[in-house]
């Protein structure tokens, strides 16, 4: 005859060995097949017993275009400051991903080719550079395309197009402009723009200072900043009335480069208008939003280079650096989601095998942090929960 005593005793026998059955059929289902997320690789289960690697889940570089516009992203920033065998790592990554990528193509071949061989047997006319000027921008104006600053660097013996000096005479390839009023030297002895039928320069000539002011006005109206640029500085600004209307179109020309995402040259402009006007706040605030941006985007490029490096800490760290200075970043805010979610995962499969060695109190702490990193975790809420219940019921039966 059972006492109460051994009927209890019993009742948690058979209590126990049901749990341990079911948390065993959970276990084994939960090691054989990780619930590894957002990864895109199977995980073999031939080897249970052999935890998956860590792998970063990363939503935000699932589209390979987007992926491969980050590295010609990079590419280009490294060539801007010279650092052409990065160029050509990334150039090389953006390629795998994407081989037909023609703006990686172009930039690869710029590496690749000598420049007397790029440009073959055209004349070349020389340019004398001034405040503000870019080799983007002088690309952009005489060769159709930005991004042919680094053959035209490398034309020039230029190692760093970060760092121009105005009063630089470099060479351009193709044809000496007949009609801009740029400061470009043909042979030497005249400029082009310096013709008869042109206006003279602003401050050569007091009648000649309107028309220049009028037209480089007229294409600033136009958004054309960059012409209006050089014509205020190829016409000289010795008058009020130029520094002003060249310092408000450095402003409008420094916009238009950070929507292009050239901080550089952005930056380099701002210098030059604050150069002329030292105590204008509003260019002061505009630098230092460049500046801003430009430490955004490093800490942008280090966060996902730690990622890629599968050193989790060191990217979060950079991350919720860069948040710091900009609590919106989206693609930062999606990679710190994606870095928690790998780490929740690999904190609910521990939780899971705590679970099945009936350790309730620690598999529940486990599930605690898992919540607090991702509220919304169903099977981390359910486990708890039951562990919970678990535990309730078998502190009743002791």
């Known amino acids: 005859m059972y006492t109460a005593q051994k009927v209890r005793a019993l009742l948690r026998t058979r209590l126990r060995i049901g749990v341990m059955q079911i948390a065993l059929c959970v276990l084994v289902s939960c090691v054989a097949v990780p619930p590894v997320q957002n990864t895109g690789s199977a995980v073999s289960s031939a080897s249970p017993s052999k935890a998956p690697p860590v792998v970063v889940a990363n939503p935000a570089l699932a589209n390979s275009e987007r992926v491969a516009r980050e590295h010609i992203q990079k590419a280009v920033s490294a060539l801007q400051v010279g650092q052409e065998a990065n160029a050509k790592t990334e150039l090389d990554a953006a390629l795998r991903i994407d081989p037909e990528n023609k703006m990686a193509r172009s930039l690869l071949a710029q590496i690749l080719t000598e420049p007397a061989k790029y440009f073959g047997s055209q004349e070349a006319f020389a340019y004398t550079l001034q405040a503000g000027d870019t080799l983007s921008g002088i690309a952009q104006r005489f060769l159709d395309e930005p991004l042919k600053f680094h053959i035209l660097a490398k034309f020039n013996g230029i190692t760093d197009p970060s760092r121009l000096e105005p009063g630089l005479t470099i060479r351009v390839p193709g044809k000496k402009p007949g009609n801009a009023p740029v400061s470009v030297v043909g042979d030497g002895s005249s400029r082009a723009g310096s013709r008869g039928d042109d206006p003279p320069r602003v401050g050569s000539a007091r009648g000649g200072e309107e028309p220049r002011a009028q037209r480089a006005r007229r294409l600033y109206d136009a958004g054309k900043y960059q012409q209006a640029i050089e014509i205020l500085q190829g016409a000289g600004t010795d008058s009020g009335d130029a520094r002003e209307l060249l310092v408000l179109v450095y402003g409008k020309y420094a916009e238009e480069l950070v929507q292009n995402e050239n901080l550089i040259d952005a930056q380099s402009v701002l210098e030059s208008a604050l150069s002329i006007q030292p105590g204008n706040d509003k260019l002061k605030k505009q630098l230092r939003q460049v500046e801003k941006q430009r430490e955004v985007t490093r800490l942008y490029k280090a966060?996902?280079?730690?990622?890629?490096?599968?050193?989790?800490?060191?990217?979060?760290e950079a991350f919720?650096?860069?948040?710091?200075?900009?609590?919106?970043?989206?693609?930062?805010?999606?990679?710190?989601?994606?870095?928690?979610?790998?780490?929740?995962?690999?904190?609910?499969?521990?939780?899971?095998?705590?679970?099945?060695?009936?350790?309730?109190?620690?598999?529940?702490?486990?599930?605690?942090?898992?919540?607090?990193?991702?509220?919304?975790h169903a099977s981390a809420k359910l486990y708890r929960a039951r562990a919970v219940d678990l535990k309730s019921r078998l502190q009743k039966l002791e």
Do not use: C
């Open 320 to 376: 919720y650096a860069l948040l710091k200075r900009d609590p919106k970043h989206e693609a930062a805010l999606q990679h710190i989601a994606s870095i928690n979610e790998s780490a929740v995962e690999i904190m609910h499969r521990d939780a899971m095998v705590e679970y099945g060695k009936q350790n309730l109190d620690k598999a529940i702490a486990i599930w605690d942090r898992v919540l607090v990193l991702l509220p919304e």
């Open 303 to 316: 966060g996902t280079e730690y990622m890629v490096a599968g050193d989790s800490d060191k990217a979060l």
